[in-house]
């Protein structure tokens, strides 16, 4: 079968690699249809590590797929063959303390779908846990059930924060997890958001998604842009999808006096310059979140409704093409938004 392999930093290889083994107890085998970039699968691209985690080469990265059950092992009913599924790509253990009280993605063990070591699914077949296996609702497509996980993650940060209706949301970063925090910001009721992007047409589509007012970060103040709008309040909630150590502290100065600040995006920087006294002054409240909590069917239930646009998902390139892809997001060339690999169908 082919995958996709990183070889080195910024080198990506389509090669030839054998069949996974058939399922074992629990286990599903996958066809793997469509397969989102997520912002983590740059960072590995990049730089070859996330923070201290360092990417074990060869490496296959891919962590947002939908596929279809092709064969299940003992203990998966064979009803689930021919089921077409998100897959959960955080595998926890399931014993400890955090698993059992539903937080398995706070489980000290741990293994996430292309993060060393475990492999991701940018390749043509997979087998995962079948409890990791959520059905697609009929009349989603493959490409927006693929935005599920994203989805899934913004979602858990309603479970960490309080976001009211009425609340001012400033999103900083508008790839394809700040997009998602503007929809998911605009169902929770948000009066206003802010989306602000380096990129003026990441700015374009923050707005298109459902944000108020655009900021172009490299031509205009963000903090200024924020404190002006709300009469020197600030925003009720900050939603830093960039990870970056100036926008953190650009979120931190624009937060309002006992607001929520959110870091959402993951810094690659092993040691953070934020100056954490704007927020005492200020008394904010510092949120961080890790991935994703049982979040996913609802996520699949609001694509399948209607209630998150699509128009993030700008590009869909065959698996031959993954490298162009991620030259592409690195290059933030031809207006690119989300791209999904298309594998099979």
Not at 53 to 65: A, D, K, M, R, S
Not at 95 to 113: A, D, K, S, V
Not at 186 to 202: Q, T, Y
Request: proline content about 7%; hydrophobic content about 45%; charged content about 20%.
């Amino acid at each position: 079968m082919k995958a996709v392999h990183l070889v080195e930093p910024k080198k990506l290889e389509v090669v030839e690699v054998p069949m996974p083994p058939d399922p074992g107890p629990g286990e599903a085998m996958l066809k793997i249809r469509s397969v989102g970039i997520c912002g983590s699968d740059l960072h590995w691209y990049l730089d070859g590590r996330i923070g201290s985690n360092i990417c074990v080469l060869p490496q296959v990265l891919g962590h947002e797929p939908v596929a279809e059950v092709v064969a299940v092992g003992p203990g998966v009913p064979e009803s689930r063959i021919g089921e077409r599924v998100f897959v959960e790509p955080a595998i926890g253990c399931g014993r400890c303390e955090y698993c059992l009280t539903g937080n398995h993605n706070l489980c000290p063990t741990c293994r996430f779908l292309g993060s060393s070591p475990t492999k991701g699914l940018f390749r043509e077949y997979g087998v995962m846990p079948a409890h990791n296996l959520i059905p697609v609702p009929a009349g989603v497509s493959d490409a927006r059930a693929t935005v599920a996980e994203p989805l899934a993650v913004i979602l858990h940060i309603l479970e960490l924060i309080e976001m009211r209706v009425g609340d001012t949301v400033a999103v900083l970063g508008s790839g394809p997890i700040g997009m998602l925090c503007v929809a998911v910001a605009k169902l929770a009721g948000a009066s206003k958001i802010f989306v602000a992007d380096k990129v003026p047409h990441r700015v374009a589509l923050g707005l298109a998604m459902g944000a108020d007012v655009g900021i172009h970060s490299a031509a205009e103040s963000v903090v200024d842009t924020v404190m002006d709008a709300t009469g020197g309040r600030g925003s009720d909630v900050v939603l830093d999808a960039a990870g970056m150590i100036e926008t953190i502290n650009w979120g931190l100065r624009c937060t309002r006096r006992g607001g929520q600040f959110v870091l959402v995006g993951i810094p690659v920087e092993p040691e953070l310059n934020v100056d954490l006294n704007v927020a005492m002054h200020r008394e904010v409240r510092i949120q961080t979140i890790r991935r994703a909590r049982h979040t996913g069917p609802t996520a699949l239930s609001l694509i399948a409704a209607g209630r998150v646009s699509d128009a993030m998902i700008t590009h869909r390139y065959p698996l031959e093409r993954t490298p162009e892809a991620f030259q592409t997001l690195v290059e933030y060339a031809d207006g690119v938004g989300k791209i999904i690999i298309e594998i099979s169908s």
